[in-house]
């Protein structure tokens, strides 16, 4: 089988963001950069079922060119190839993401063969617009079931299973399918030293779409005023238990 | 410290900053934690620890260091507090001794190894033994012993916990009411008054203070700056990652079960850590930062000083890591967690920065402090502060060695990027830098240039270490010159040396001295201010020049130097350029209130002229009487020299008749043209830095400090002592006084080499540093506990005979005895010829009083 | 002028129909409208209604089931869609604000459509108190809209407390320092009807299961109570706080993010606390 899984790029970070001057992005000259978290999620996903299926997996992002190392993150983990669309770090919209990746989608069928599964985030950590996956299934014609914990394959069909208060609801949908899937879908594994190595030589393609105007267009960032709030300290160490257990009483819990 | 401070009562600090403090630490790593501990040990009180992160990670390199210690370095001083350091870590049951092996891939590195036995023989660290690959295999059955040629195994290396090290120290330094403890807490600004460090601001408030330390790791150049002066270090990335969990490790019952093994070839280190192993690297090209490059504690997704890896450059390094243990890091179910670039501190010269600010009264520095010395620098910094002086001699590390350039920027990013990936080297105890040379040129570089001079950096100066343009004088001494054949023993040096030095003991040398860090003590005060940093009598003529030893509180020795007395106000010291801005330093703290210090080391230049036809060169070039009556040894004057006034000081540092010649530095050029067209009929050839500082002193048992002369020695052990002590007092007058009282543990000797030849039947030279051990083999260890080991070694042309200087305890500093060496693994039988001091060559010095 | 609002009966939806107000007079299709749930059928539905009625705007609740929905509308209609406002302003573009990180940053935008669709973050905007809108005629849909549907519904077999509705949170974090760490944790929980939380550096440390996690890609939790132990605060942390009424932090780092933030801190060794407060509530009963 052949399974495509869509991740973006997106910074680590700490305790508290700090933008850039234009407050148009994060500063992330102390950041680290990972595979956006429920992507990671996805990006397991495919290469277990690679493993139990045989098949190919492919990695696809559309990023700056320092998305390299995210593609070859994925591949460290066992993804067999990549496809990066460059961008010149300026940020995409999720209408023109979509659009970018459908058009390379469509572009490695034609020479590949169609993808049973493509997975993607339920939505991405930073930007979180909850939609690109969907636009990709709605493009492709494909049936598309959104923030999965689990995903069984069942012949020519896959079982989701999607949280919802009070249980998991349950789907059914015929392959080729699109899925866009939430951390806690498995427990993604650490790249091995042989993993990553081996990813150094899995074939990488690259192209460089054009930015169209986006339509949802960033203005600025801004963070958020704090909570307000301001801790009451109870005590220190094990002297504070009364404290605490009287503060549980009044709030009406004990 | 005799400043007088006002002490603030405990309950006037309340819940935040006292307003008044004796001391502000600044920074809670390892070393502000033991520096703030051991100076509430030895008495201090109202003592401020602070830090901008919270306790017990304030965010700096301990809370992400490896945390383990190998004990055994080429430095002395290192080692020194490297064994401190362990001592204090078990004393707080924070250490787990695992053992550590540094195992060779190449040959080249396997002559390394036998270099460190020695010097761990050397610095006493025991038990310590080359290993077989078998025999590292049994120890650390994961390796590929395939991939190696063997190892050094120090069984009493190990890990530590250095957080939990911070903590301890810092409750004791509580619980004994002296400390003061405030993390969170910024410094934004520290005032300076009068060359005086006075109040440090902090986001929490100001604190007035007498003494500020930075121990503030990689941010300390940002808080130098705040004082107005700095700390030469770049903060630099340290590669790590931590892979698991490993099979093998599975259960693991401590941190640590299996020696830490240093891949020294690769420049990597790998070790258990619990149930994962961590791989570290020096291997990758030199990541350098700037302070103001660090984040904020909230901003870091890690910590401050934890920055995002890049895997661009740990590619080798994994290839690498998978050789030598396949079994763990070729097991794919064993991931990568963790992988950091960590942020350490680099000097330019590879030391840390302790004491005393230079430029700041009251500001102290403990900086580019690894885990591995932390306490034992805290430790030894306090005893600066506290007795003036610490147990260990901390010169390479003091603060005050740098001479300007080397603060800048530029130096020390180039050099620290220079030496990273020495980290794990093998350097060669000659070896010279590559960046940033020829920052100071004498105005005779040209000639030198001409003559085919090759070059070694002291202090940022080029100087000629020995010339091409000499090398027929090889023809001319024939087997009197001393050929090498180990490469080793023959980098970084020629046999031209030996050639240059038997010119000059025949006829005449000519020496560049533009190195030498010259200063002028001056005013009313001045004799009393020389007088009372000088061993010596220096209420002398004017017109005499003094050599002296310049003695710590202990009576151990802060420096050696010479001083001319150029009139009654007037005294003009000469020093070298590596200990000269240390030495300035201790001068200048001396200064009574009406004497002043005047550097005139950019003003003078110095050229050298000795040898027994030095007479009739300088005869050559002045009419003045330079005859032995006219112009006596130990005297200095001011002699026409063609269009020049020279000042000329009859003294020598090579054991021949002689002078130094003192010209503005920009007639220094003409002084050399003109004494070497004098020379031109007497045979004066130019003579390199290698006679000066190694063949022309060893004959004549002239000391070194850094080699023969540190403050762990005393001036009776040195044989250094006068038949009288001046009335005046003096810096370390007591101790001498009661050192020439005592027996003195161990006499300063010079000894021969009886055989060179090695096993293999190629002769080697010892170059320094080397254990001496009895003829059983055993090391040789005084009353005091030190270890006897090669100061001082060279060739001694004229002597006839490789030269090596140790300090030897009192039943083996008989002349005749016979030692043994130990170099390169194998032992050559030694004799010693001199016991004191009285020159091998010349014992009457009939030459340099002719 | 119209605006469809995509209802059930939540909080956020009253919310969301709060700031719909702004684009028109609100017309409501239920989230229920299609039984069981398929969201390409709710999103054909709702384009239906809108070209219907020449809506304005289409406005959901920024809650899981919403978002789909509304992507799905988006896709289906070619049109851009801002999801997680907490504010907007009608107007040629509208102008949106929007959360990201999970609302540890907020976007300023414009919103380049003749038909905003938006979602609005639960909890970010006053709910609207006035009567409901009047709900759209649902018309049939077609089969291939019905493709993606729940078929099936599984409950939680751990049979705990759920997270998402508990009371009272236990929650662990580094600081806890292993699997059989929470042990202490998990009796507290115990003693006091709670439900067990974690941070992400706990799940990815593999001590508990993602189910258990608290933030950003976690649960996002609104217990009476919640309790941080050895949980420093990172903002993916934070953002699953939001809704928390009180949160008492527990850490030997009284300057953690989360102790600053909190309403209540005990400062100290957790692996003392905790044992100690189950004791005192032993103790008292």
């Known amino acids: ?191 091995s030293v042989p993993g990553k190595m081996r990813a150094r030589s899995k074939p990488m393609a690259e192209s460089t779409p054009t930015r169209p105007v986006p339509r949802l267009e960033l203005v600025k960032l801004a963070v958020p005023a704090g909570q307000g709030r301001r801790a009451e300290s109870l005590g220190a160490g094990s002297a504070a238990a009364p404290a605490v257990v009287e503060m549980l009483q009044k709030a009406g819990v004990l | 410290m005799s400043e007088p401070h006002r002490p603030t009562p405990p309950h006037e600090w309340g819940g935040g900053l006292p307003a008044h403090a004796r001391c502000v630490v600044i920074g809670c790593g390892i070393v502000g934690n033991s520096l703030a501990y051991h100076l509430t040990r030895l008495g201090w009180r109202d003592i401020v620890l602070l830090d901008k992160g919270p306790l017990p990670n304030p965010g700096g390199s301990t809370g992400h260091a490896s945390n383990f210690i190998f004990l055994v370095d080429h430095s002395k001083e290192m080692t020194a507090l490297t064994v401190d350091s362990v001592r204090q870590y078990r004393d707080m049951g924070v250490f787990i001794e695992s053992g550590g092996i540094e195992v060779a891939r190449t040959r080249e590195r396997m002559q390394e190894l036998t270099r460190r036995t020695a010097s761990g023989r050397s610095w006493g660290i025991e038990p310590i033994s080359l290993v077989t690959p078998a025999e590292v295999k049994e120890l650390v059955p994961y390796i590929d012993e395939s991939v190696i040629l063997g190892g050094f195994y120090t069984p009493g290396v190990g890990v530590v916990d250095s957080l939990r ?534 004959e004549k048992s002239y000391r070194a400090h850094g080699n023969e002369l540190e403050t762990e020695y005393n001036v009776v052990e040195a044989g250094m002592a006068a038949p009288r002590v001046k009335e005046e007092a003096f810096i370390g007058k007591a101790a001498h006084l009661h050192h020439r009282e005592e027996d003195p543990a161990a006499i300063l000797c010079t000894l021969t080499v009886d055989d060179h030849q090695s096993k293999s039947g190629e002769k080697r030279y010892m170059l320094g540093r080397e254990p001496i051990l009895t003829r059983a083999g055993k090391r040789i260890v005084d009353r005091k506990g030190r270890g006897s080991y090669v100061t001082s070694a060279g060739a001694g042309p004229s002597a006839g005979k490789h030269i090596l200087m140790a300090y030897l305890t009192l039943e083996e500093a008989v002349v005749g005895n016979q030692l043994l060496v130990e170099y390169m693994d194998e032992r050559y039988p030694v004799t010693v010829a001199v016991a004191g001091a009285t020159p091998l060559f010349d014992p009457e010095n009939a030459r340099i009083r002719s | 002028m119209t605006v469809i609002v995509l209802m059930d009966s939540s909080d956020a939806s009253k919310q969301a129909l709060a700031l719909a107000r702004k684009f028109g007079e609100p017309q409501s299709v239920s989230m229920d409208a299609v039984q069981p749930f398929a969201p390409d059928a709710l999103a054909a539905i709702l384009a239906q209604a809108a070209d219907d009625m020449n809506a304005s705007a289409v406005v959901a609740a920024g809650t899981e089931r919403g978002n789909e929905v509304m992507a799905r509308l988006a896709a289906r209609m070619g049109l851009p869609l801002a999801a997680n406002c907490i504010d907007a302003e009608p107007g040629d573009p509208t102008t949106v604000t929007r959360q990201r990180w999970g609302g540890s940053l907020l976007e300023e935008a414009r919103l380049h459509s003749p038909r905003p669709l938006m979602t609005v973050a639960p909890h970010t905007v006053a709910a609207d108190s006035g009567p409901p809108p009047a709900e759209v005629e649902v018309k049939p849909v077609a089969e291939t809209d019905l493709v993606v549907r729940v078929v099936d519904h599984v409950s939680p077999s751990n049979g705990g407390v759920s997270l998402a509705e508990a009371k009272v949170i236990v929650s662990g974090g580094r600081g806890v320092g292993s699997k059989e760490g929470f042990a202490i944790i998990e009796e507290l929980a115990g003693l006091l009807g709670a439900a067990v939380g974690c941070s992400r550096a706990v799940t990815s440390a593999g001590w508990r299961p993602h189910t258990d996690q608290v933030g950003q890609t976690g649960t996002k939790v609104a217990p009476e109570v919640y309790i941080a132990c050895g949980i420093s605060g990172a903002t993916q942390h934070m953002a699953g706080l939001k809704g928390a009424k009180r949160i008492l932090a527990i850490n030997s780092d009284p300057q953690a993010p989360l102790m600053l933030n909190a309403d209540y801190s005990v400062t100290g060794d957790l692996k003392e606390i905790v044992p100690a407060i189950s004791a005192e509530i032993r103790k008292r009963r």
């Open chain 2, 165 to 698: 090290a911070g903590t301890l120290m810092r409750e004791k330094g509580q619980a004994s009411g002296a400390l003061h403890i405030a993390p969170k807490t910024e410094v934004i600004g520290i005032d300076v008054g009068a060359g005086r460090v006075k109040r440090v601001r902090t986001t929490d408030g100001d604190i007035e203070a007498e003494i500020v330390v930075i121990t503030g790791g990689v941010w300390s150049p940002r808080l130098a700056r705040m004082a107005g002066t700095r700390i030469p270090l770049t903060p630099a990335v340290h590669q790590m990652i931590d892979i698991g969990p490993v099979p093998r490790f599975r259960g693991a019952k401590s941190d640590i079960e299996h020696p830490i093994v240093r891949d020294m070839d690769t420049n990597m280190y790998e070790r258990q850590a619990g149930g994962d192993l961590e791989i570290g690297s020096y291997a990758h090209r030199p990541i350098l930062y700037d302070p103001e490059d660090l984040p904020a504690v909230e901003q870091a997704a890690l910590s401050p000083t934890e920055f995002p890896f890049t895997q661009g450059d740990f590619e080798e390094q994994m290839q690498h890591a998978l050789e030598l243990m396949p079994e763990i890091v070729g097991d794919e179910s064993v991931g990568v967690k963790y992988a950091i670039n960590g942020i350490l501190s680099l000097t330019p010269d590879g030391m840390p920065v302790l004491g005393e600010s230079p430029d700041v009264k009251g500001l102290w520095a403990a900086a580019a402090v690894w885990v591995k010395e932390g306490p034992g620098t805290g430790k030894a910094v306090a005893e600066w502060m506290v007795h003036g002086e610490s147990e260990i001699d901390l010169h390479s590390s003091d603060i005050a060695r740098f001479h300007e350039h080397q603060k800048t920027r530029a130096h020390v990013r180039a050099r620290a990027g220079e030496g990273f990936n020495k980290t794990y080297g093998i350097v060669h105890p000659s070896e010279q830098w590559a960046s940033n040379r020829n920052v100071r040129l004498a105005p005779f570089h040209v000639r030198e240039r001409e003559l085919g001079a090759v070059f070694f950096e002291a202090a940022g100066w080029e100087r000629p270490q020995w010339y091409e343009s000499n090398a027929p004088l090889l023809e001319e001494f024939g087997d009197r010159v001393t050929r090498r054949t180990a490469e080793w023993d023959a980098r970084w040096w020629s046999p031209i040396i030996n050639a240059e030095h038997l010119a000059m003991r025949e006829r005449a040398g000519l020496f560049d001295l533009s190195a030498f860090t010259i200063f002028d003590i001056l005013g009313p005060d001045a004799l009393a201010s020389v007088q009372c940093v000088a061993l010596r009598q220096m209420d002398v003529p004017v017109g005499r020049v003094v050599y002296t030893p310049v003695l710590s509180t202990h009576g151990g020795f802060k420096s050696d130097l010479t001083i001319m007395r150029l009139g009654d106000e007037h005294f003009r010291v000469v020093t070298g350029g590596a200990s000269g801005m240390a030495d300035k330093k201790w001068f200048r703290d001396q200064l009574l209130p009406s004497a002043q210090l005047a550097d005139m080391t950019s003003a003078m230049t110095t050229v050298g002229l000795w040898g027994p036809q030095a007479r009739e060169v300088l005869a050559g070039a002045t009419s003045d009487d330079v005859t032995n009556e006219g112009f006596k040894f130990g005297t200095c004057r001011t002699l026409e020299i063609g269009t020049q006034r020279v000042l000329a000081s009859r003294i020598s540092y090579v054991g021949d008749l002689g002078w130094e010649l003192y010209v503005p530095i920009e007639q220094g050029l003409k002084l050399w043209d003109t004494l070497w067209e004098a020379g031109r009929p007497h045979g004066l050839a130019a003579c390199g830095i290698g006679v000066y500082g190694t063949t022309g002193r060893l």
């Open chain 1, 1 to 191: 089988m052949k399974v495509l899984v869509c991740v973006k790029r997106v910074p680590i970070t700490g305790g508290r963001i700090v933008l850039t001057d234009d407050a148009r992005a994060i500063n992330t000259q102390h950041l680290g950069f990972t595979i956006s978290p429920h992507e990671e999620c996805g990006v397991e996903e495919a290469v277990r079922l690679i493993e139990a299926n045989k098949g190919e997996s492919v990695v696809l992002t559309l990023g700056p060119p320092e998305a390299v190392e995210q593609l070859r993150d994925a591949m460290a983990l066992g993804i067999d190839r990549a496809i990066h669309l460059k961008t010149d770090g300026q940020e995409w919209d999720a209408e023109s993401t979509a659009a970018a990746l459908i058009e390379a989608i469509r572009a490695d069928e034609t020479s590949n063969g169609p993808f049973d599964l493509i997975f993607f985030g339920n939505e991405s950590a930073d930007s979180a617009g909850f939609q690109v996956g969907i636009r990709v299934a709605y493009a492709l014609a494909r049936p598309c079931v959104a923030g999965l914990k689990k995903v069984t394959l069942e012949g020519s069909s896959v079982r989701c299973e999607q949280e919802v208060e009070g249980g998991r609801d349950v789907y059914v949908v015929p392959l080729p399918a699109v899925l866009t899937v939430k951390e806690g879908l498995n427990l993604p594994r650490y790249p």
